[in-house]
């Protein structure tokens, strides 16, 4: 018994930390239409700007605070300078921005090898947790403090997210923005700057779960491609710009690698990928994903 | 200063060029030697760690074997077999090598094997040590100067399983190299008394979390944990462990690529006192381990690791094979070219810093003793190995026919 509910405590744990990514992603593509794959670049950005942080003050906190701040502010640049005024040039295809992104990614990943392999000489990095997170708490097992960080911040950025979304004037103008673009225009509102905005929130966040996972796993080369899958299943499986969605897709993928690799190993290579199959079967749009009113 | 060395060789070449004037002029003899290796991808640093070895051996020898100057063409294969097809045929067809070695990656290594064969080009591997190598896919065409995948886990078991563990959980990556190491460790711990009592193989390059499986092991109540991760999984799986607090009841143990040098800063300081059994250590003070250990200090700036040492010997097997080759040969290349692989095989590199090394009927290498390293602090503060024992070394899996 206690078995099964160590492992959903593993399973809150990852999903929180993919729902971390995921919900940045999500609310970009419905909002904007974007499929944003630079979003493991911003995910590394966070990573290995908290690792420079915490190499200069030997500080969690400090890098945990201002890591997040470069993908923001990337993030905000990339949006405003080069991807919407393509988009206004009519080169806003999901292909377009998908190539363009993912030659982003790529772009990033170079460029990281570069500053830090071949001329700093490290390949594996971390950043060490802080005094009371690094040890674990007697719960019935030994169970790392570390990992119940994880759920609580993951669960209170869904809740930050949620009601920043659904009860403030800020997100009525995102909602609106996701359902009919050209009204929210029409009144008036300065959609550039929310879209910029709203996509540099996300990448904020993505380096902010950069930052924790750099603690708990390793910062390293491959980091962001190895996160990046998991994220786009999310996005499909809770629907397009939907927080409640992805915040349950986080909790299906998370629970369902966990669950897999514990109880039934035969499956957990593909367990996740079944689900996605089967969704887009029969729910294309997912779970909480409105029918796409034109194509 | 070499401002200086070029207008003297520039004088010597004058001089040489005078005195060569109206006879047939002397021709340098040079012997093209591949460096094909995974440069890119996540052997790239144990792959630059093998390059700084060769220069280093290079260097040593004046860059001449017999006679011939050396000269490497370096090749990267990307750790992908198909690229490593591609690039050594590129080397035998165009660069018409003579010799080539360093591989990584097992599978680039099987799939050189095969085009040495094919191509009668000999080539030396310099980790890829997967059984099947000298195994199954052994040749005239070559030899590997590391090891196999048996000969050392297989050791370890029976080490573990004499010091009275008696139960074990085996937890590694679902691929062909974490299977081949899961076997040697349950070949060589279960012969000796121990039982593996859990196979716990997690899904290569795309596990995200240990914990169930960390779990899972908590739950046999078993005496250690055996491990074969490399690179960024080790990290993952080494603080995880720690995170568990696990330390105590299930001591986390494998090979030098779970605790490697690499991935101490990484791990930040919870590697200190695991216990893995290795075939090289800087911390040795064998003669021969220690005068490497000063050559290439004094080249790098920094203490050599076990990928060094491997590289080293892979390098020093190549270029002392190519020699004894060449000299009896009457001071030429031989036509045949598995003469080369026979030579390297006679040879008995009793001052490799690993310790003595030579060759088994299979062209593999075999070393007389291998290390059980502990992490320990050191009065610097950092983390530095502890030589706490030492273990015979295993056998190779038998299959090797070589016609």
Known sequence: ?295 | MTLVRKITSLFAGAGMLVAASGAALAQEKTVKVGLLSDFSGVFAQLAKDVEDAWMLALEERGGMVAGYKVEIVKEDSENSPQAAVQKANKLIKSDNVTIFGGSISSGVGIALAGVADKEKTPYVAGFSIADALTGKFCSPYVARTSFSANALQAAAGAYWAKKGVKTAVFMGPDYAAGQAMLAGFKNGFEAAGGKVVLEELTPFKTTKDWGPSLLKAQQTGADMIYTFYAGSEAVQVVKQHAAFGMQEKMPLRGAMWIYDEALWDAMGGVEIGAIHVTNYTNALDTEASERFEKAFEAKYGRLPVASNAMGYTNAVAIFDGLAKAIEDNGGNLPEDKSKIIAALASLKLYSDPRGPVHFNSSNNAMQDELYMVQIVKGDDGKPHHKVIDTLPYGEDLPGCNMQ
């Open chain 1, 1 to 295: 018994m206690t078995f099964f509910l160590f492992n959903l405590l593993n399973g809150l744990q990852l999903s929180m930390l993919i729902f971390l990514m995921a919900i940045g992603l999500t609310v970009i593509f419905g909002l904007m239409d974007i499929l944003n794959l630079a979003h493991g670049a911003f995910y590394m950005a966070g990573a290995y700007f908290g690792y420079v942080v915490f190499q200069a003050t030997g500080s969690f906190w400090i890098a945990l605070a201002i890591a997040p701040l470069l993908p923001l502010v990337l993030g905000f640049l990339l949006q405003y300078f080069v991807l919407q005024p393509l988009i206004d040039r009519g080169r806003s295809a999901h292909l377009d921005m998908a190539l363009l992104t993912f030659g982003l990614l790529f772009f990033t990943i170079g460029l990281i090898d570069l500053v830090f392999f071949e001329t700093l000489g490290l390949t594996f990095m971390s950043i060490d947790k802080p005094a009371g997170l690094g040890s674990y708490v007697n719960i019935g097992t030994f169970y790392p403090s570390y990992r119940l960080f994880i759920i609580a911040v993951g669960l209170l950025v869904a809740l930050i997210v949620w009601l920043l979304l659904e009860r403030t004037v800020v997100g009525a103008v995102v909602r609106a923005g996701v359902d009919d673009r050209e009204m929210v225009r029409a009144m008036g509102v300065n959609v550039y700057v929310v879209f910029a905005s709203v996509f540099a929130l996300g990448c904020g966040l993505a380096g902010l779960a950069g930052v924790i996972a750099g603690a708990e796993l390793s910062i390293n080369i491959t980091m962001g491609v190895q996160i990046l899958i998991p994220t786009l299943v999310v996005v499909v499986l809770g629907g397009l710009g939907s927080v409640k969605g992805c915040f349950f897709g986080s909790l299906i993928v998370g629970m369902t690698e966990t669950l897999s690799q514990a109880y039934v190993p035969a499956l957990a290579l593909f367990a996740t990928y079944l689900i996605l199959a089967a969704m887009l079967v029969f729910r294309p749009q997912g779970f909480f994903g409105r029918t796409p009113k034109s194509v």
